[in-house]
């Protein structure tokens, strides 16, 4: 009797106590040593024993109780440590198909097998102390019930609570950190006994845990072969609605390394939030996510990476001969430099023991301090950041590129885009040519290069000329030519949509793709083209008052020699004297706009950022300081209200048509379109006007910038009246 008790607590079953489910094998029902988990328990006294009375009968059934969670717990722990999948390639066909036919086969999981190690530590506790009982028992002449339940008191607050946790675990195929939540979620019991079994069950979870944080953020790898981590790879779309798998293999395999670089850095891996623990903040998460991706990058530069004292020597030399000798010294140093020697300079070894250290710390604690791994997490991310930053800044020259991008795409060089507009301004006046279009406007454009730009700015060889988009605003345009050849106006209006495509590219090489993403490139078009737009209007009017006022020179001469025709001469100029009162007004409008982006809006956040990139030594600092300037230029030159930048918009469309009509028109026929103009012209600055004086506007963060535009608009309250007097004009009715 004794030691049926005693196997029995081992979950071995006999004669006299049963296992209910083995009766299953009559019926020609199997019991896998892998099948799922009972719910119940199944371990009995036999029925056909009449020697033991009830109350003793309910003791041994509480205790062979124990022996049923041991069992249960026990296969668990052999099927969640089996690693036979791991050669599962040896198993024949046939053993295979019998295999998948009799149970269903589960997913490898690295934190059930840890789950498991723990468990195992607790059972082999439980079993020691069987043992201890039986030795005991045998020893000494005791009480065998009173004594077994004595010594195995503390397991019926362990192994019930235990085995319920399993059951959930595989009813709900829990993994990953799903399975270190519930396990964080089960510690708050109350119970001490149980709190220190679950204690030990989390450390071993941690322990993974921190292994993959290691591997992720000392090597910048990612070991998750079974999806647990809650840093996952995204997902490639091609691969689940491509045409075929081969043909994205082979868009795969022409990704260059730079390539391969910028996409795991932008769209390689993002966290996975069902496998979060939940005493991982997001902020951590997030730390983390940054600094394995930086880790990353700093340990697998690009083959083509070249540090800038390198750059600076290969470029001493002038003319095409000291090209190619500098193309040939490039390629004599370019294997050396791009290995595994740039990898450990941009991550000193040291640095990557230091972060290795300080995880090892956690992996050691006994306990998950949450305040401890947010420190070390937010250390490691600063050490990431700081020579990220150091690639970026000082090693790829950042500070030079956005001084380019500024001269380039924010019009800091006048020069050069005065001359290219006036080389082009002929050119712009005719609609583009969908085929040849963007050819032709890359004639002026090198042409002003030519003039203006030296051979000593590096950074205009990365700056290039394209027309994306024209073409149905064009075509519908000249289809209408011929209705309104007589009108200036439509033709011009045809040529404003067409050149209004003109846009800048700039080349970037790695690193900085990680700073300058299509996003901030695509914005910096934005303003480039809003700015350029405005030069060329500014232009326009200055050209049509030097156009007009030489032409009115010539005829004053002409009429001045013909005394017969002097006379009309002076009521021609007296005729178009309110036109020139309109042109500068327009003009007026213009200067002050483009002043104010240029030295207000542009050179003032210039300096702000510029500020920003000498104080700080992070990575993501710098990236959010580049990203608030760039919103401050698209705010506060009013690209992000729409109804701003459309009267902005239809201003310098009737600016250009005002000019280009003054210009063409030959006597005072076409007076009716030019006070059209002019009247428009009238109620779009006076509606801007009133826009820009709103209250929306007057309590929003662009306020000061706003105040100062306003000021410099408004300086003789002329706009003020003027708005005032259209609001409450009074048409006089025709007299009878």
Not at 48 to 75: C, K, V
Not at 271 to 292: K, Q, Y
Not at 295 to 313: E, H, T, V, Y
């Amino acid at each position: 009797m004794l030691h049926e008790i005693l196997l029995a607590l081992v979950g071995c079953t006999g004669d006299l106590i049963i296992d209910e489910r083995e009766h299953h094998k009559s019926l020609g029902i199997p019991l896998y040593p892998d099948a799922p988990i009972s719910d119940q328990c199944c371990f009995k006294l036999a029925s056909d024993i009449s020697f033991i009375d009830r109350s003793e009968r309910d003791l041994i059934e509480r205790l062979i109780a124990l022996g049923f969670y041991y069992r249960e717990l026990d296969r668990f722990t052999t099927k969640s440590r089996n690693l036979s999948w791991i050669r599962s390639g040896d198993v024949s066909p046939s053993n295979r198909a019998s295999e998948l036919s009799n149970r269903k086969t589960e997913k490898p999981s690295i934190y059930r097998r840890a789950f498991a190690n723990g468990l195992v530590e607790v059972l082999s506790v439980y079993r020691s102390v069987v043992l201890q009982i039986e030795q005991k028992l045998l020893s000494e002449t005791m009480p065998i019930l009173a004594t077994v339940i004595q010594g195995l008191n503390k397991f019926f607050v362990v192994l019930p609570p235990l085995y319920e946790l399993v059951l959930e675990i595989e009813r709900d195929d829990l993994r990953g950190g799903k399975l270190l939540n519930l396990l964080h979620k089960r510690f708050h019991c109350g119970v001490p006994e149980l709190q220190a079994c679950i204690q030990r069950l989390l450390w071993h979870g941690h322990q993974v845990l921190y292994n993959q944080l290691a591997s992720w953020m000392v090597y910048g790898t990612l070991q998750d072969h079974h999806g647990e981590f809650f840093i996952r790879r995204q997902e490639d779309q091609n691969m689940e609605y491509g045409s075929s798998i081969p043909d994205t293999s082979e868009k795969l395999a022409r990704l260059s390394a730079d390539d391969t670089s910028l996409m795991d850095w932008h769209l390689g891996f993002h966290i996975f939030l069902d496998m979060l623990p939940e005493n991982i903040h997001m902020h951590a998460a997030e730390s983390i996510l940054f600094a394995g991706k930086a880790i990353k990058i700093l340990r697998n530069p690009s083959p083509g990476f070249k540090f800038q004292d390198a750059l600076c020597k290969q470029q001493t030399g002038k003319g095409s001969q000291n090209v190619h000798e500098s193309a040939a010294h490039h390629r004599f140093h370019k294997k050396p430099i791009s290995g595994r020697i740039i990898g450990e300079e941009l991550l000193p070894q040291s640095e990557a023991d230091k972060i290795e250290i300080m995880l090892q710390d956690l992996k050691e604690s006994l306990d998950f301090h949450k305040r401890s791994f947010e420190c070390s997490v937010d250390s490691i991310r600063a050490i990431a950041a700081s020579h990220l930053w150091q690639l970026v800044v000082v090693r790829a020259d950042l500070n030079g590129h956005l001084k380019a991008l500024k001269d380039y795409f924010l019009l800091a060089k006048g020069d050069f885009f005065q001359c290219f507009l006036e080389e082009s301004q002929q050119l712009m006046r005719l609609p583009p040519h969908q085929s040849t279009a963007e050819i032709d406007i890359i004639v002026p454009f090198q042409m002003a290069a030519i003039k203006t730009i030296s051979q000593e700015d590096k950074y205009f060889s990365r700056v290039s000329l394209r027309m994306p988009s024209f073409g149905i605003t064009v075509k519908s345009s000249q289809v209408d030519l011929s209705k309104t050849k007589t009108n200036a106006g439509g033709s011009s209006e045809t040529s404003l949509d067409g050149w209004d495509g003109i846009a800048l590219e700039y080349s970037v090489d790695w690193p900085l793709q990680l700073f300058f993403t299509k996003e901030v490139l695509s914005k910096y078009r934005t303003i480039f083209q809003y700015l350029l737009r405005l030069k060329r209007t500014q232009l326009e009017l200055e050209k049509s008052w030097a156009s007009v006022m030489h032409q009115d020179h010539a005829d004053f001469a002409r009429h001045h020699n013909d005394r017969m025709n002097h006379s009309t001469s002076q009521p021609r100029r007296q005729h178009f004297r309110p036109m020139w009162h309109v042109r500068e007004h327009m003009a007026f409008l213009i200067r002050n706009l483009q002043f104010y982006i240029q030295v207000d809006v542009v050179e003032s956040q210039w300096d702000f950022l510029q500020s920003h990139i000498q104080n700080s030594n992070d990575f993501t600092e710098l990236v959010t300081f580049h990203q608030e300037y760039l919103s401050a230029l698209i705010s506060q030159s009013f690209l992000d209200i729409g109804s701003v930048s459309r009267i902005l918009g239809s201003i310098m469309t009737l600016c250009l048509q005002f000019c280009w009509t003054i210009e063409n028109q030959e006597s005072s026929q076409n007076t009716c379109e030019l006070e059209r103009i002019t009247e428009e012209f009238n109620k779009k600055s006076n509606s801007l006007y009133t826009i820009l004086r709103s209250s929306r506007l007057a309590g929003s963060q662009r306020a000061p910038f706003l105040r100062r535009f306003l000021l410099r608009m408004n300086f003789n309250s002329f706009f003020e009246a003027t708005a005032r007097g259209v609001l409450n004009v009074v048409r006089p009715r025709p007299s009878q």
